[in-house]
T-cell receptor, first 113, second 113 residues
Framework: AQSVTQLGSHVSVSEGALVLLRCNYS??????LFWYVQYPNQGLQLLLK??????LVKGINGFEAEFKKSETSFHLTKPSAHMSDAAEYFC???????????FGPGTRLSVLP | DTAVSQTPKYLVTQMGNDKSIKCEQN?????MYWYKQDSKKFLKIMFS???????INETVPNRFSPKSPDKAHLNLHINSLELGDSAVYFC????????????FGQGTRLTVV
């Protein structure tokens, strides 16, 4: 079975500062990893995903994440936060032929002016 | 054209009532899910269907019954609604065997009074 932890239920950064949202996973088989964003009163939108190949993946809105197998991590970063980045961010894990699509508890990102 | 659509978007009902939420996807996906998002934003998988067959049935009260008439639809029926059922319910779909992300509907905000 797979599971996901996200360190920090709430992260605050200043506008223009680096955004770092942490995600660690547990999986007995090679994982497929995803980051989603949820804006208030909306559904979930995919930011980026790692399935195979390059371990540094780029997504929408300037976000990127790096898969580190040795650390079982898939942290999300953005060099410079924008006010519009304020939202809830979820990391998710699945596996090849896996039925399960499991989410972490989420991290709320606040961006301060 | 909406990829994953849920109806209704809002549902306010009294305790003890029975209600249904409908979900349709036009992406040709073979797997569909129901998730419950509580007030702390935690996304908990409830059910998962693959080609109309129930694959995942997490610990959910028997009052919740999913129905998949075909691969494109997964409805959720809830009997004898309780206050604790108040939440946002999300439908999602994906190709299980292609390592793809899940696509989400906009959610149904259920309020039991």
């Amino acid at each position: 079975a797979q599971s996901v932890t996200q360190l920090g239920s709430h992260v605050s950064v200043s506008e223009g500062a680096l955004v770092l949202l942490r995600c660690n996973y547990s999986s007995s088989v090679p994982p497929y990893l995803f980051w989603y964003v949820q804006y208030p009163n909306q559904g979930l939108q995919l930011l980026l995903k790692y399935t195979t190949g390059a371990t540094l993946v780029k997504g929408i809105n300037g976000f990127e994440a790096e898969f580190k197998k040795s650390e079982t991590s898939f942290h999300l970063t953005k060099p410079s936060a924008h006010m519009s980045d304020a939202a809830e961010y979820f990391c998710a894990v699945s596996t090849n032929y896996g039925q399960n699509f499991v989410f972490g508890p989420g991290t709320r990102l606040s961006v301060l002016p | 054209d909406t990829a994953v659509s849920q109806t209704p978007k809002y549902l306010v009902t009294q305790m003890g009532n029975d209600k249904s939420i409908k979900c349709e996807q036009n992406l040709g996906h073979d797997t569909m899910y129901w998730y419950k998002q509580d007030s702390k934003k935690f996304l908990k998988i409830m059910f998962s269907y693959n080609n109309k067959e129930l694959i995942i049935n997490e610990t959910v009260p028997n009052r919740f019954s999913p129905k998949s008439p075909d691969k494109a639809h997964l409805n959720l029926h809830i009997n004898s609604l309780e206050l604790g059922d108040s939440a946002v319910y999300f439908c999602a779909s994906r190709f299980r065997d292609r390592n793809t992300e899940a696509f989400f509907g906009q959610g149904t905000r259920l309020t039991v009074v």
